[in-house]
């Protein structure tokens, strides 16, 4: 059997954080040089994908549907060498109690969703 000229991506798992100002929250994925012209990173108003390709052929997925509401038009993806930070612009001031609303809410809000590509810093 030929091979095929394409290697697979392997998934893997990165460690995640956030912090949160009045008008930003930040995720921060941590992985190591990250790939921008095969990274993507997607967002509406209440929902955050993200799919990573890094060094060494890996790739990273997630899918948030966030606490609250996010301006896409303000928000952007920073990548460095170490890690991928995504700045999400808060649609309204405040805080936010987590990242990620609870599984039960998720469920009865799941719906088609469109989402805007957010742009590289």
Not at 29 to 55: C, D, G, I, Q, W
Request: aromatic fraction near 8%; include cysteine; charge should be positive.
């Amino acid at each position: 059997m030929a091979s095929s000229p394409r290697q697979d991506k392997k998934a893997v798992l990165c460690r995640q954080d956030w912090h949160q100002t009045g008008s930003q929250v930040v995720v921060t994925v941590y992985a190591k040089n990250p790939l921008p012209a095969l990274s993507t990173v997607k967002a509406n108003r209440t929902m955050l994908e993200a799919h990573v390709v890094f060094e060494g052929n890996k790739i990273f997925r997630a899918e948030l549907e966030l606490w609250g509401t996010i301006d896409i038009d303000k928000s952007f993806v920073s990548m460095v060498p170490a890690k991928v930070e995504i700045t999400l612009c808060k649609a309204s001031p405040g805080s936010w109690a987590r990242l990620e609303l609870p599984q039960s809410k998720l469920q009865k809000q799941k719906q088609s969703l469109s989402f805007a590509v957010l742009s590289f810093a």
